[in-house]
């Protein structure tokens, strides 16, 4: 069974950091893009960074310079580290994979999608 699992929410003061991570399980994550999202209380869901199976990561303007994504292939895991944290940053964030390996912040492309962290961020 193809599964994406984040983890690492949870409660961060403004200017504060949380690391989230991106495991799967039952395929190679590193053949995949990824993508993480976030969805915050009465908005829609938005794209902030995306990191392709090959090249460079790329990030949404709201969180470009705060915001880092890696690949740990030995884990089998993306990570996000989230800096200087806003309580505008607050909402859940997924990770989704991309089959065809690219890099992109629409959520359409994405295939397979993680359940979700809570991220709350207070000001």
């Known amino acids: 069974q193809l599964q994406l699992v984040e983890s690492g929410g949870g409660l961060a003061q403004a200017g504060g950091s949380l690391r989230l991570s991106c495991a799967a399980s039952?395929?190679?994550?590193?053949?995949?893009?990824v993508g993480w999202f976030r969805q915050a209380p009465g908005k829609e869901r938005e794209g902030i960074s995306y990191i392709p199976s090959a090249g460079f990561p790329g990030y949404a303007e709201p969180v470009n310079g705060r915001f880092t994504a890696y690949r740990d292939a030995a884990r089998n895991m993306v990570i996000l580290d989230t800096n200087s944290l806003k309580f505008d940053d607050t909402g859940i964030y997924y990770c989704?994979?991309?089959?065809?390996?690219?890099?992109?912040?629409?959520?359409?492309?994405?295939?397979?999608w993680g359940q979700g962290t809570q991220v709350t961020v207070s000001s």
């Open positions: 039952g395929f190679k994550l590193d053949s995949y893009g």
């Open positions: 989704a994979a991309d089959a065809s390996g690219g890099g992109t912040l629409s959520a359409s492309e994405y295939d397979l």
